[in-house]
Structures are given as structure tokens and as C-alpha cells.
């Protein structure tokens, strides 16, 4: 039966890429300086998750400004694109996901120990 086929064929590599997708979402990539003094950790998208520095004070209120202006992204795209293509276009609210799970703000257990895991929100409310 041809259909049967069809169907695991799909099913599989469905599977196939939620496996990838999951892996993908586990990368983390860290680079120090040549004299050690900074080391920076980003995700597989190249969103920042770690800065170290001399300074731990230093580099923890990097880190805050930068996730602070990245809570900021979705809601300025929503502007420009119901401004631009309107919120009848089905793209957009992709785009909008994609863009909040990135820069959702995270719950952090510790100032030291953020897992990246972003905040669910709602994606259809109004801002």
C-alpha cells in the first residue's frame, strides 16, 4: 500500500527533524581571549547566554542591558510589521513568534545561573 509508505516516510522525517531541532537548541558555543580575561557564551541562534569577565559585577550588568534592549525586539517588530504588511499577513505572526521565544525575558533561579529557557507569552495579545 503506497500510503502506508507515504505516511512512515513523513512520520520519520518529521521525527528527523524534531530530533535536529531539539540538538540545535542544545548548542552552546564559548570563546575566551587570548590572555583569558573574557570569555563569552552564545547560543546556536547567537544570542548571548554567558559573558565572564575580571569584573563579575561588570559583566553581570552587561549581560542585564543586553537581555533588557532583547525583551524589547518583539514588540518593536510588531510595530514596524502591522505598520508595513498588516496583521492579516500569516507570516507575521511567525516572524513575531520566532522572535519572542528568542528574546523572551527567562526566569533565573540564580544572577550566575541562567538556563535560557524563555518565558511562554501569549502571542496573538495585544501590546
Not at 496583521?87 to 533561579?109: C, G, I, T, Y
Not at 541562567?114 to 511562554?120: G, I, K, T, Y
Request: one cysteine or more; hydrophobic letters at 40%; aromatic letters at 4%.
Amino acid at each position: 500500500m503506497p500510503g502506508a509508505d507515504w505516511e512512515r516516510q513523513i512520520e520519520s522525517t518529521a521525527a528527523a527533524y524534531r530530533q535536529m531541532s531539539e540538538r540545535v537548541s542544545q548548542i552552546l558555543v564559548t570563546s575566551t581571549s587570548p590572555d583569558g580575561s573574557v570569555r563569552v557564551t552564545v547560543s546556536a541562534s547567537g544570542v548571548l547566554t554567558d559573558l565572564r569577565l575580571p569584573s563579575d559585577t561588570l559583566a553581570a550588568q552587561i549581560v542585564a542591558c543586553i537581555r533588557d534592549a532583547q525583551a524589547r525586539i518583539p514588540d518593536l517588530m510588531r510595530t514596524a510589521m502591522l505598520e508595513t504588511v498588516g496583521p492579516q499577513d500569516p507570516n507575521m505572526h511567525l516572524v513575531l513568534a520566532s522572535a519572542k521565544e528568542r528574546f523572551a525575558p527567562v526566569a533565573r533561579v540564580d544572577k550566575d545561573d541562567w538556563d535560557e529557557r524563555p518565558v511562554l507569552e501569549d502571542i496573538g495579545g495585544s501590546s
